[in-house]
C-alpha cells in the first residue's frame, strides 16, 4: 500500500521541476527561446513575401501571355472553320462572357454563329420523362426511319439536329418545313429556349456545359443527365459535320467527363475543358476543325498532360448531306428518302 510519504515525495518532485522550469526559463534559457521564435516568424514573413512576389510575377507573366495570344489569335485559327456555320448550345446557365469569346475565335476561323440555343432543364428531368416520350412521338414523322428506331431521347437528339441544320435543297438558304416544324416543337415544349431564330443551318455544333455541374445532372437512374447529353452530342456529330463538346471542368458529372469515361463516345467527339481562360477559348474552334478533319481528342490546358488541337485548314463545306435530315417530306410520309449524314 501506497503512504502518504510516497505522495508527499511525488509533489516535492512536481513541484521542483515546475520551479527550475521557470527559474530556466526566465533566466538563461529565455534569450534563446525568444531569439529561436523571433527568427522562425522572421523567417515565415519572408517565405510569405517570397510567395506573394512569386505569385505576382507568374500572374504578370500570364496576363502578358493571354494578350499575346488574343493578338496572336487571328494567325493560329485563320481558315480552319472556313465557311462553317456553328450553332452554339448551352446546357444550363453558362458564362455569357465564355460564349462570347468563343464566338469571336470562330469568326476569326472563318466560321459564323448561326444559332444560340439552350437547353432546359426539361431535356434531362426525369419527371418530365413521360413528356419527352409524347414529343418524340411527335416529331418522329418528320425524322429518317433511321432516326427513330433508338430510345426517345436519341430521336430528340436527331429533331434537335433537324431543327437546326436540315434545310430544303442542297443550294437553297430555307429550312425545310420539318426543321421549321420540329424546331417550333421543341421550344413550345420547353425542351429548348432561343433568344433569336437561327440566321442559317447549321454545320456543326459546339455544346458548352454548364457550372456547377449540378446543373445537367438532375436525370433519375439509370441515365444521369450529363451522360444523356453526352449521347445527344453523339448524334448531332453523327448528323452533321461535327459536335465537340466544351466547359471549364471536366470533373465528374460534367458532360466532358460523360463522354470521357465512354470509349464509342469518346472517339466520336471531342471535348475542350477550361474555357475560362484564353487557351481553352482558342482550342474550341480548333478542335471543331480537326473533329469535322476526323481528328478526335480530349484537350486540357493544363494538368499533368496538357494537350491541345492542331486545327486544319478546312475546304469548303459540301452541305447536300444536310437534306436527308428532313426525311418524311411532304404530308410526312414514312418513307423517307434519306438517312442521317455520316
Known sequence: MIDFRYHLVSLISVFLALAVGVILGAGPLKEA??????????QLRSDKQEL??????????????????????????????AERRVAIISVGSRSATDTSAISGYIKQAGGDVVAQVTLTDEWTSAQAADSRQSYASSLAGYLPTA???GTYDTTLAHALALSFSGY?????????????LAREILTSSG?????????????????????????VASSAAPDDGAALIARMTAVLDADTEAAVVAGNSAAADTVIAAVRADQELSAAVSTVSEIGGVVGQLNVPLALSGQIDGQVGAFDASGVQPSFPQGVQLKSPDRSALVA??????GHDEAATGGSAS
Open 33 to 42: 527561446i525568444g531569439d529561436q521564435l523571433t527568427g522562425q516568424v522572421s
Open 52 to 81: 506573394r512576389d512569386q505569385l505576382t510575377a507568374n500572374q504578370v507573366t500570364l496576363a502578358g501571355t493571354e494578350a499575346m495570344l488574343v493578338q496572336s489569335a487571328p494567325a493560329i485559327v485563320r481558315g480552319t472553320l
Open 147 to 149: 432516326a427513330t428506331t
Open 191 to 215: 425542351l429548348i429556349a432561343m433568344a433569336e431564330k437561327p440566321t442559317a443551318h447549321a454545320d456543326a455544333y459546339i455544346i458548352v456545359q454548364a457550372e456547377p455541374a449540378a446543373a
Open 168 to 180: 430544303a435543297t442542297a443550294i437553297g438558304t430555307e429550312f425545310s418545313s420539318e426543321a421549321d
Open 325 to 330: 435530315l428532313s426525311g418524311a417530306g411532304e
